[in-house]
């Protein structure tokens, strides 16, 4: 295995040349897997949705849903989360740490979503990071709790209870794979 110093490193300004999907984190790219499938697609559908329905129902106005929009972390880390929830004004791509990332975990993504992600987010401080796993139709929900991640919702079924910029949201989390 090469030593570490002779991986090659790049920046954002490398990144925006790229053709394709990739994610750049602490310099080293990685390429997205082809558009998602029908079945990833239709989950982060239905979370979208009933995101959506329950932030109308909250009166804040700065609370936005964004599917797959790049958070540009530094100069050396962007990533797309599957779906982000931010409570500031977003114009091109988001620039600090979403309250919220969903990632729907596929066998290509899951050691990406669940260990390398896992710990950025956790790092950078997102609020909440919610793993769905459509294989086995399972959520799995973690909670920042003294700057570490925390398991409070590990289910197939059941309302996961997030708080977003002070909105009380629940999500049944059965709906994802209707």
């Known amino acids: 295995m090469l030593p570490e110093k002779y991986i090659p490193r790049y920046s954002v300004e490398d990144y925006k040349l790229w053709q394709g999907d990739w994610e750049l984190i ?3 790219p ?3 897997a082809p558009s998602p499938f029908g079945k990833h697609q239709k989950i982060s559908a239905r979370i979208s949705q009933q995101l959506l329905n329950e932030l109308d129902k909250c009166k804040q106005s700065n609370i936005d849903v964004y599917v797959e929009l790049d958070w540009i972390i530094d100069e ?5 989360p599957d779906i982000s929830i931010t409570c500031e004004k977003v114009e091109d791509y988001i620039k600090s740490s979403p309250k919220v990332v969903f990632e729907v975990v596929s066998k290509s993504t899951a050691i990406k979503d669940e260990e390398i992600k896992f710990h950025l987010y956790e790092k950078e401080k997102v609020e909440y990071y919610i793993l769905v796993y459509p294989d086995i139709e399972k959520v799995r929900g973690f909670r920042l709790v003294n700057g570490k991640y925390d398991k409070f919702f590990d289910d197939e079924k059941g309302i996961l209870n997030i708080n977003i910029c002070g909105c009380s949201v629940k999500i049944d989390v059965a709906k994802f794979f209707i």
């Open 26 to 28: 602490e310099g080293i």
């Open 30 to 32: 990685f390429a997205m």
């Open 76 to 80: 050396k880390t962007v990533v797309r």
